[in-house]
């Protein structure tokens, strides 16, 4: 398996722009996360999906912030309008249980940097 | 709750000599635990995992890592550190057996690894 692929690796854009952060997880993963890095605030949970649905988006920061999974093998988060603070790395991670109740570990892209200038 | 703490920011050691990055966890019940190494402009990959088996785990590159229940620690070790294990790693605890709790990975706030010659 080629494991968890993102896209685009690098981004660089103006404040204001719109930008898309693309996902394709591991198949036969039914969980999805998105995850952001920065030196300040370490890794944050921002989503997470199972089979698809949206489970908890608490660690979404606004609005300005959403994320879809139109089907199993793809997922989006966009910002829009994207701003300074905005920029970090964004990381996408898939897994599944491994038995009933045990827990997987957690696969992770090679990540977004994106700049907003 | 869960919650995890790595207790060095930064560890720095000699080629040759042996690794030890310090966790500490707090799980309301049967914890999953495991250790990530991040180098720079990469991805979190595994190193090795903890999940209710043997409390003695061996990973990859010859790092391994006891728990130990009694004071909720799951310390990571190397014997012999080498210069490709300059990277960043992370302590993350998941709840065993909890449908609540599965997506909910918390990862401490990483420690980052110097190896000099």
């Known amino acids: 398996d080629a494991g968890v692929i993102q896209s685009p690796r690098h981004e660089v854009t103006e404040m204001g722009q719109e930008v898309t952060l693309r996902c394709k997880p591991i198949?036969?993963?039914?969980?999805l996360f998105w995850y952001r890095q920065t030196m300040m605030r370490g890794l944050e949970l921002l989503i997470y999906?199972?089979?698809?649905?949206?489970?908890?988006d608490s660690g979404m920061p606004e609005d300005r912030f959403s994320a879809k999974m139109p089907n199993a093998s793809f997922s989006t988060l966009k910002i829009q309008p994207s701003e300074p603070r905005d920029s970090a790395v964004y990381f996408c991670?898939?897994?599944?249980?491994?038995?009933?109740?045990?827990?997987?570990?957690?696969?992770f892209g090679e990540g977004s940097r994106l700049t907003v200038l | 709750a869960q919650s995890v703490t790595q207790l060095d920011s930064h560890v720095s050691v000699s080629e040759g000599t042996p690794v030890l990055l310090r966790c500490n966890y707090s799980?309301?019940?049967?914890?999953?635990l495991f250790w990530y190494v991040q180098h720079p402009n990469k991805g979190l990959q595994l190193l090795l995992k903890?999940?209710?088996?043997?409390?003695l785990v061996k990973g990859i590159n010859g790092f391994e890592a006891e728990f130990k229940k009694s004071e909720t620690s799951f310390h990571l070790t190397k014997p012999s550190a080498h210069m490709s294990d300059a990277a960043e790693y992370f302590c993350?605890?998941?709840?065993?057996?909890?449908?609540?709790?599965?997506?909910?990975?918390?990862f401490g706030a990483g420690t980052q690894v110097v190896v000099t010659p």
């Open positions: 991670a898939s897994n599944s249980p491994t038995g009933t109740g045990v827990t997987g570990e957690l696969f």
């Open positions: 198949s036969g993963h039914d969980y």
């Open positions: 999906f199972n089979n698809n649905v949206p489970i908890d």
């Open positions: 799980s309301s019940y049967s914890p999953s």
């Open positions: 903890y999940t209710s088996a043997a409390t």
């Open positions: 993350v605890v998941s709840d065993l057996m909890t449908t609540d709790s599965w997506g909910k990975f918390q």
